[in-house]
């Protein structure tokens, strides 16, 4: 991916990275993006799930939200993605970090028209959210897939932003006898909480936990 | 906090909240927020730390940071903070949701001149991040405050969203023998691993695990 002026860093070039594997990573491994666009000449935002298929990122809402309404009629959107990895404590304040793995990624919405290619993407969406769950569930009716938009957005100028590794301490402070290191910050999944309706079902195979 | 109409979600409206209690409790839990603004009118956006003190929210960055220097000038803002809870396993897709608590706020940016106030920002943003962290800390250095820039963004125009609880599953999907109900999702500090400098050194009070 050629990286575009305003897509350059400034500063810490040295994160940046802009070849898809890392890109599809962080953006396979988020649950949650943070959309923005412009309205009245205003940033506006919001976060939504979502899911990578090919070299598109693709949403849904419900075609009665105003956010939907917004993006697809193809307004300019930003769409950021940040995984946290670890509180970085040095031993100055000003040298303290974070270790982060982050996508930002320029596009446009394209309303999916295609009931096959909606349904797909719903089900590409849910089986990232509850892996292998769809063929599981109630199957989606006509109905609630007209009931839903489904934006698709090019992946084509996005960069990733990563930090990994200990505090870059300052040469005169690495002496000092204050403690340094990292946080690690974990996301995880708890044990499934059924409810009143499925307390006599048993857990499909695909929620029990991975031993 | 008086509800503005672009802050009136228009569906779902039992989940908004515009109480400064709710919106506080977000903002001081996450640690990250997404800022986004607009140039040449085209959304931007940055994922960033941030704290909350009285009714300003603060981040910061380096003097030579194109974000801050977008912001610094006032632009206007949208500013959001998401926090997952669980996902939301229901009979059918079509009813999967999300337990999240959100804050969308509008505001823009005030740069901080004050030394004094510039380095209070810092260590509630530092003493937020790792509580009870800053006067452990070598000492900040003026011109580590010179080399900063800190915006402060009045939380006037907010509203928050909230969604707790179970699934809500159709009706006539209730009595089908499949799984229902929520996975929590867990963010988690790790035991903390010191860098090559400090394994000598005894973790500090403020970061040794809650037992």
């Not at 793995?101 to 959210?129: C, H, M, P, Y």
């Not at 199957?139 to 996005?158: R, S, Y």
């Amino acid at each position: 991916m050629a990286p575009q002026s305003h897509l350059i860093p400034s500063r810490l070039a040295k994160r940046a990275h802009y070849d898809k594997e890392t890109i599809y990573s962080i953006l396979d491994e988020a649950l949650f993006c943070t959309v923005s666009y412009v309205a009245d000449n205003k940033p506006f935002s919001m976060p939504t799930a979502f899911v990578r298929y090919e070299n598109k990122l693709y949403i849904h809402g419900s075609v009665g939200s105003h956010f939907i309404w917004a993006l697809e009629k193809g307004a300019p959107v930003c769409i950021s993605v940040t995984l946290i990895d670890a509180l970085v404590v040095a031993k100055s304040a000003f040298s303290h970090s974070v270790n982060y793995r982050s996508v930002v990624l320029f596009s446009q919405g394209e309303k999916i028209e295609d009931a096959n290619v909606k349904s797909a993407a719903l089900e590409w969406l849910t089986n990232k959210i509850v892996p292998n769950s769809w063929s599981y569930l109630r199957p989606m009716k006509e109905n609630e897939v007209k009931k839903t938009t489904v934006l698709a957005f090019e992946i084509d100028e996005a960069s990733a932003k990563v930090r990994t590794g200990m505090p870059n301490d300052e040469e005169e402070d690495k002496p000092l006898p204050i403690w340094s290191g990292i946080i690690p910050i974990e996301t995880t999944r708890r044990d499934p909480v059924p409810d009143d309706l499925s307390r006599e079902i048993p857990l499909p195979k695909h929620l029990l936990p991975i031993i």
